[in-house]
Nanobody, 124 residues
């Protein structure tokens, strides 16, 4: 049974930083592209960042480019999202997701596995 468990969310002031982690179990982690998505209240889930299985390629939403960094440690079955210069509009529930697509994909339909999310709240 596949399980993705996010952690690292919390309350932070604007301009601050957080590092999210997602540990994967029950899948061959190094075969999966991993992504981060987020959903704010009353809004649709949106793509944040993604990283290919061997970390050779990454992609980011325009809204986080230059502020967020996605990385992974295949030995630990863990993907990370380093978030710097946080803004109130980054407030959302952040989800980790896994895809068998070996290329970069920002389409949530390509992701078969999802965590339950970790809440990030940025105060102004």
């Amino acid at each position: 049974q596949v399980q993705l468990v996010e952690s690292g969310g919390g309350l932070v002031q604007a301009g601050g930083s957080l590092r999210l982690s997602c540990v994967a179990e029950g899948l061959t982690f190094s075969w999966h592209t991993m992504g981060w998505f987020r959903q704010a209240p009353g809004k649709e889930r949106e793509f944040v960042a993604t990283i290919t299985p061997t970390a050779t390629s990454t992609s980011y939403a325009d809204s986080v480019k230059g502020r967020f960094t996605v990385s992974r440690d295949n030995a630990k079955n863990t993907v990370y999202l380093q978030m710097n210069s946080l803004k109130p509009e980054d407030t959302a529930l952040y989800y980790c997701a896994g895809s068998r697509a070996l290329l970069i994909t920002s389409d949530n339909r390509d992701y078969a596995y999802w965590g339950r999310g970790t809440q990030v709240t940025v105060s102004s």
